[in-house]
């Protein structure tokens, strides 16, 4: 079992950035492919990004390529979402998840741990 813990949520202004965190622990964390969900209000979780070190592979929805990128630094551990040109659309509680193996995942049944979640509110 993985235990991931998310930071860096926060309240941000139309057009701003913010980094979210996710520190891993539990497992090796190379061995990990690492994506990014996000749920707003009174909507399902969707697929935000992901990342796998092993195979380099990373993957993004259609709607924040361009503005969210994934990183990730193994001797952290920590898995990271840099996120610019923000809109009020981007609003939602974000989710960090862990899942064994290299292949890019985007559907949220296939990951094993997740993180308790950060909030992120876009807004003037």
């Known amino acids: 079992q993985v235990q991931l813990v998310e930071s860096g949520g926060g309240l941000v202004q139309p057009g701003g950035s913010l980094r979210l965190s996710c520190a891993a622990s539990?497992?090796?964390?190379?061995?990990?492919?690492m994506g990014w969900f996000r749920q707003a209000p009174g909507k399902e979780r969707e697929f935000v990004g992901v990342?796998?070190?092993?195979?380099?592979?990373?993957r993004y929805m259609d709607s924040v390529k361009g503005r969210f990128t994934i990183s990730r630094d193994n001797a952290k551990n920590t898995v990271y979402l840099q996120m610019n040109s923000l809109k009020p659309e981007d609003t939602a509680v974000y989710y960090c998840?862990?899942?064994?193996?290299?292949?890019?995942?985007?559907?949220?049944?296939?990951?094993?741990?997740w993180g308790q979640g950060t909030q992120v509110t876009v807004s003037s």
């Open positions: 998840a862990a899942r064994l193996g290299s292949y890019v995942s985007t559907s949220l049944n296939e990951y094993d741990s």
């Open positions: 539990g497992r090796t964390f190379s061995s990990l492919t």
């Open positions: 990342s796998s070190w092993r195979s380099g592979n990373t």
